[in-house]
Nanobody
């Protein structure tokens, strides 16, 4: 059974940084486009960033210049480095794997508050 396990969520002050990780198992990781999505209370899930099998990246306008997505195919892991965090970044962050099937992790909570 495919598993995507996120980690790294935490409570952080505005302006702070966090790095999220998502470890995948039972997929040929290198073939998958990996993505990070987030869902704030009362809002729809939205795209944060994606990285293709070839390493091309895409970001939501709201996080461009602050967040960076990367992947380590040897470790079957995708990362999201989040800098200059704002209260509006508060959400549950979900990892996604997409190739011929689509998989989701269970989510990790990020709270940005003073």
């Amino acid at each position: 059974q495919v598993q995507l396990v996120e980690s790294g969520g935490d409570l952080v002050q505005p302006g702070g940084s966090l790095r999220l990780s998502c470890a995948a198992s039972r997929i040929i990781f290198s073939r998958y486009t990996m993505g990070w999505y987030r869902q704030a209370p009362g809002k729809q899930r939205e795209l944060v960033a994606t990285i293709t099998s070839g390493g091309s990246t895409n970001y939501a306008d709201s996080v461009k210049g602050r967040f960076r997505v990367s992947r380590d195919n040897a470790k079957n892991t995708v990362y999201l480095q989040m800098n200059s965090l704002k209260p509006e970044d508060t959400a549950v962050y979900y990892c996604n794997a997409n190739f011929r099937s689509n998989y989701w992790g269970q989510g990790t909570q990020v709270t940005v508050s003073s």
